[in-house]
């Protein structure tokens, strides 16, 4: 029987948790097992009390790990090194999936072997012009990044080549992975709005975000996976890019 491990990083999320949490219970597997592993990533509030409430309800499915504060990227790896699962499903503690999104990701995935990672798009969001189905190529995935964490089921062997979240990085550590990914093994998206998406309190911290997203571009010549000309290229991309969304803001 395969398992897939869901990975729920949680700081300060006693109010989401719950909802989060009740998304993953309500998922049909059909003989698939899917294990809960809970990262209390040293919440001061009552989210440590809310997940202890789920374990005690759902015995060898819904386990709790707590860890010092260290920002969602050692949250995430922490749960997955923990994990049982040959399959990595993610799910931040203030999102919820829509029913049927495990079912229909694993199923591209055994239908697929050659595929690494499936992500869906979200509620109010579906790529446009884009069929239910696609490939996001790692060119394409520079140029935008079309991940969303909370939608991502990944084999754990595709996620291990790949080294993981940077622990050391608060922003942007995401998509540096499924930069890394992308160059190794395929990515499917399927458009169906299948999570329900919270911005949280990062994504209007826009110059912090774009700063985060330079570092990544960063990452990506130094490490060897692109040249100089497109490091400055895409770096202009991203500062035009950053300027819109300003704009957009402040109208």
């Not at 719950?18 to 509030?45: F, P, W, Y």
């Not at 062997?157 to 608060?170: H, I, T, V, W």
């Not at 000309?229 to 300003?246: D, E, G, T």
Request: charged share 25%.
């Amino acid at each position: 029987m395969k398992t897939i491990s869901v990975i729920i990083p949680a700081y300060n999320a006693s109010e989401t948790l719950a909802k989060a949490l009740e998304s993953v219970l309500v998922q049909d597997m059909e003989g698939r097992k899917v294990e809960v592993v809970i990262v209390d990533d040293g919440s001061s509030d009552d989210t440590a009390a809310v997940a202890e409430c789920y374990v005690r309800r759902y015995p060898g499915i819904i386990r709790l790990l707590h860890q010092k504060n260290a920002g969602p990227a050692a949250a995430r790896n922490a749960g997955v090194a923990a994990a049982e699962g040959d399959y990595i499903a993610f799910l931040d503690a203030d999102d919820e999936w829509l029913p049927g999104k495990l079912r229909a990701q694993m199923e591209l995935l055994e239908a697929n072997p050659g595929v690494a990672l499936v992500c869906t798009s979200r509620t109010s969001r579906l790529f446009r012009l884009r069929p239910t189905l696609f490939r996001l190529s790692f060119r394409s995935l520079l140029l935008s990044n079309k991940v969303y964490t909370s939608s991502v089921v990944i084999r754990k062997c595709a996620l291990e080549a790949a080294g993981g979240f940077d622990p050391s990085r608060r922003l942007s550590e995401d998509y540096e992975l499924w930069l890394k990914v992308a160059r190794q093994g395929k990515i499917l998206v399927l458009n169906k709005p299948l999570m329900n998406y919270s911005k949280g309190g990062t994504s209007f911290r826009f110059w912090t975000m774009e700063r985060s997203e330079l570092e990544t571009y960063h990452i990506m010549y130094e490490d060897g996976f692109i040249t100089g000309i497109a490091y400055i290229i895409l770096r202009w991309w991203s500062l035009a890019k950053y300027l819109v969304r300003r704009i957009r803001w402040s109208i």
